[in-house]
């Protein structure tokens, strides 16, 4: 059974920093492309981060230069680094697990989410 459990969410002041981190299991990790997305009130769910297998990163614009993603496939997990929140960065955080296997079928694996809240 796959799982994957989000943690560090919290209240934070504007200009505050949060580590997000997702730890799975039930997987093999390391084949796996991960990915944080989010989702805020009214909104759609949106792309914040991702990480390929081989650990190459991309960014929503919005979170460039304040955000930082990595993996550590020892640990099965990956983290988020959020520096500089805005109140705009108020979601609900997902991690996602996301493989297509050597015949194209698709695995992906949704976290049931943590709560990220910038606000004075």
């Known amino acids: 059974q796959v799982q994957l459990v989000e943690s560090g969410g919290g209240l934070v002041q504007p200009g505050g920093s949060l580590r997000l981190s997702c730890a799975a299991s039930?997987?093999?990790?390391?084949?796996?492309?991960m990915g944080w997305y989010r989702q805020a009130p009214g909104k759609q769910r949106e792309l914040v981060a991702g990480?390929?297998?081989?650990?190459?990163?991309n960014y929503a614009d919005s979170v460039k230069g304040r955000f930082t993603l990595s993996r550590d496939n020892a640990k099965n997990t990956v983290y988020l680094q959020m520096n500089s929140l805005k109140p705009e960065d108020t979601a609900v955080y997902y991690c996602n697990a996301d493989r297509l296997d050597g015949l194209g079928r698709r695995a992906s694996y949704w976290g049931q989410g943590t709560q990220v809240t910038v606000s004075s």
């Open positions: 990480i390929t297998r081989g650990g190459s990163t």
């Open positions: 039930g997987l093999i990790f390391s084949t796996f492309a």
